[in-house]
T-cell receptor
Framework: TAGITQAPTSQILAAGRSMTLRCTQDMRHNAMYWYRQDLGLGLRLIHY???????GKGEVPDGYSVSRANTDDFPLTLASAVPSQTSVYFC??????????????FGPGTRLTVL | GQNIDQPTEMTATEGAIVQINCTYQ??????LFWYQQHAGEAPTFLSY??LDGLEEKGRFSSFLSRSKGYSYLLLKELQMKDSASYLCAVRDSNYQLIWGAGTKLIIKP
């Protein structure tokens, strides 16, 4: 199985432009997450979804939006990119977080540079 | 506030043992995770502790003391492929993971 995939692998984006980062999982996990990873900082949660049709804000949601129309897909949209959004973005999924240890599985990441 | 502390970088010798510490202060506790992340790759799950004590999995072990807000990851018989960053994460009262910045482990021959 593919597990969890992300697209694109990397992207250079002009400031002010919009972009959608795609994430798809085939593990039928209820929960999905978007993180950003910056040098010297831990993974920071942007948005999450505990089940299809619901989303929630994480630690750093400003400038980002998400949707969860179905179980498999969880796209992240930057409406108007700014240089501070330059980062590596990881999508992850897990079974319902309140049940058992249910580790998160990560996609390969998208390296985004905003100029 | 919520805080996860771990050393920034550690160096060890191939074949030796290394212990990576993690201390945490979080709003609630619903388990502690260790992940491994090789440079340029995604994090991958290593271990999970929710009760006090030691969990052993091959060359890797993880320890938890909830009263001290402390965990460590023990790596034995180090191999060059163990060169990676090791991330400590705590699941808080909202069942979200709070992540440390990671410890970069350098293995020397």
């Amino acid at each position: 199985t593919a597990g969890i995939t992300q697209a694109p692998t990397s992207q250079i984006l002009a400031a002010g432009r919009s972009m959608t980062l795609r994430c798809t999982q085939d593990m039928r996990h209820n929960a999905m997450y978007w993180y950003r990873q910056d040098l010297g900082l831990g993974l920071r949660l942007i948005h999450y979804s505990n089940t299809a049709g619901t989303t929630g804000k994480g630690e750093v949601p400003d400038g980002y939006s998400v949707s969860r129309a179905n179980t498999d897909d969880f796209p992240l949209t930057l409406a108007s990119a700014v240089p501070s959004q330059t980062s590596v973005y990881f999508c992850a999924s897990s079974d319902s977080p309140g049940q058992g240890h249910n580790e998160q599985f990560f996609g390969p990441g998208t390296r985004l540079t905003v100029l | 506030g919520q805080n996860i502390d771990q050393p920034t970088e550690m160096t060890a010798t191939e074949g030796a043992i290394v212990q990576i510490n993690c201390t945490y202060q979080t709003s609630g506790f619903n388990g502690l995770f260790w992940y491994q992340q090789h440079a340029g790759e995604a994090p991958t799950f290593l271990s999970y502790n929710v009760l006090d004590g030691l969990e052993e999995k091959g060359r890797f072990s993880s320890f938890l003391s909830r009263s001290k807000g402390y965990s460590y990851l023990l790596l034995k018989e180090l191999q060059m492929k163990d060169s990676a960053s090791y991330l400590c994460a705590v699941r808080d009262s909202n069942y979200q993971l709070i992540w440390g910045a990671g410890t970069k482990l350098i293995i020397k021959p």
